[in-house]
């Protein structure tokens, strides 16, 4: 399919009064609009034709086009088509030819046609069409005018990190994000479960990491809504809600540091025993702590095999991240016991006592038959190439990581952390974010999973905050994400921001202004 980029022309919605225009974000990878030819016009005698593997996408498509169009389409599979205009959602059945995110669409005047080999094609062919709708106002009609596209993703990983620890996201703004997420082909929302303010997962073996290790000090009178936790039941809900949009979250528990919740609960997994209340960001020493969990203590791996095992019991993703960043100068140099286990392993070195941590959790997750995903400072700890390393900081765009046999996702700050003002990270500055380096070889190339954004949730922290930061940086970074490497062109990204302002509204966003 990636033969020649065509960067021409398709239609998209703008309060209401829909203006014509390429307004597809992200940029399919091929479009031709057919000239001179009439558009296929949705109304009351519209329906969706599919075949069974993608009903349920084509019922999610019948549910926006209900919201936007007011009429209701009627989904039947191929078994039951009827004589009226159709949406066709065809499983191409070759795999080779449509690979599994990609699709074909073709608008004609009698049908529209999605191709595709998988479902999450077909969903992602669904969203595409929704931008291409146009609306007249002078005869109230919903059109879609003549279009071919063919389209797939360039990365594996289009991810979004929240920060669900420092700020308790609730269960309905993270539906809300998956929704939003997904319109705009990114698949990836990782979740940031456990920090110093907070554990946020229920885990059964270790009730007091929730009953305790959930809630802020009363002293600070924190608003109920930042504090509080997922019980098991409600994450395994979200992630049915998630998989049929096509959206795979990801668990991050951290290990060994960012742990005052947890070692306030369990306070003898900690080095000093030490008990003291839990602190919002704002409110303590900030983005660190000395708390680590003791390294020398056999306790501490006996809980970190059962809480991987429950997180992967809940969790489908193939991908646990456990953090390992951050790790306070000296963490382990004041306890007896962790310095007499690094004597017993002949180092002195915390790094490398840090490797031997990670590599043990790392091994409960690959037993889960999973991949650990780890911040980008415990490939100085020399945790094994199974792991993914997720790299924040270094600005050499993981290259050191690859050459080294790694797989590796960017999420650099600033350019892709959200927490930063528009000054510092602007959505021009996100969208001109390359990940692959120049001095990669092509088969290092094939190292690079992906790209994701990230939203610490310290400073802003009510949704519609979250909300302005996150939007429309969101879309820049989608575009980066999904599209072709040639597509860097931000005035005609712009011109098509602009066309999202309806949808913007349509999932409710308190974006901040799209100004150039």
Known sequence: ???????????????????????????????????????????????????????SDAKILAGYLKKVTGFTIS??????????????????????????????????????????????????GCMSLLQAIEYTDRSNMYSIAPIHIEDESRFAWRGLMLDCS???????????????????????????????????????????????????AKNFNEPKEFEGFYTQNQMKELIIYASQRHVEIV?????????????????????????????????????????????????TFRFFENVIKEVSEVFPSQYIHLGGDEVGEGAWKDCKKCQDKMKSLGSSDQNNFQGYVMNRVCNYVVEANKRPVGWDEVFQTGVGKETVIMIWREFDKGIKEVKAGYDVILTPYPDLYFDFTYEKTSTKKVYSFEPIPDNVTSE???????????????????????????????LAMAERAWSDKSVTDYDNFYQRLLKQEFWLKYFDVKYMSIDK
């Open 1 to 55: 399919m990636k033969d020649i980029f065509f960067a021409l022309i398709l239609t998209s919605i703008v309060n209401l009064s829909y203006a014509k225009g390429n307004a597809i974000i992200p940029q399919p990878l091929k479009m031709i609009m057919s000239t001179g030819n009439a558009a296929f016009s949705i109304n009351k005698n519209t329906s969706i034709i599919t075949d069974i593997e993608f009903l």
């Open 75 to 124: 989904v039947n599979q191929k078994s039951n088509q009827s004589t009226s205009k159709t949406l066709i959602l065809l499983n191409h059945g070759i795999a080779g030819l449509i690979p599994k995110e990609g699709y074909v669409l073709d608008v004609s005047e009698r049908k529209i046609q999605i191709q595709a080999s998988h479902s999450a094609g077909a969903y992602y």
């Open 166 to 216: 420092r700020t308790f996201v609730s269960v309905d703004y993270l539906m809300k994000t998956i929704d939003r997420m997904s319109f705009y082909k990114l698949n990836i929302l990782h979740l940031h479960l456990t920090d110093d303010q907070g554990w946020r997962l229920e885990i059964k073996k270790s009730p007091l990491l929730t009953s305790k290790g959930a809630f802020f």
């Open 251 to 299: 668990p991050e528990i951290e290990v060994p540091g960012h742990s005052h919740a947890a070692l306030y609960a369990y306070p003898e997994l900690s080095c000093s025993g030490n008990i003291s209340p839990i602190f919002p960001f704002s409110g303590g020493p900030n983005m660190t702590t000395n708390d680590v969990f003791c390294a020398g203590n056999d306790n």
């Open 444 to 474: 290092e190339v094939k190292h690079y999973l992906g790209i994701q954004s990230c939203f610490w949730s310290h400073i802003d922290r009510t949704e519609s905050k979250t909300d302005y930061q996150i939007f429309p940086r969101l």
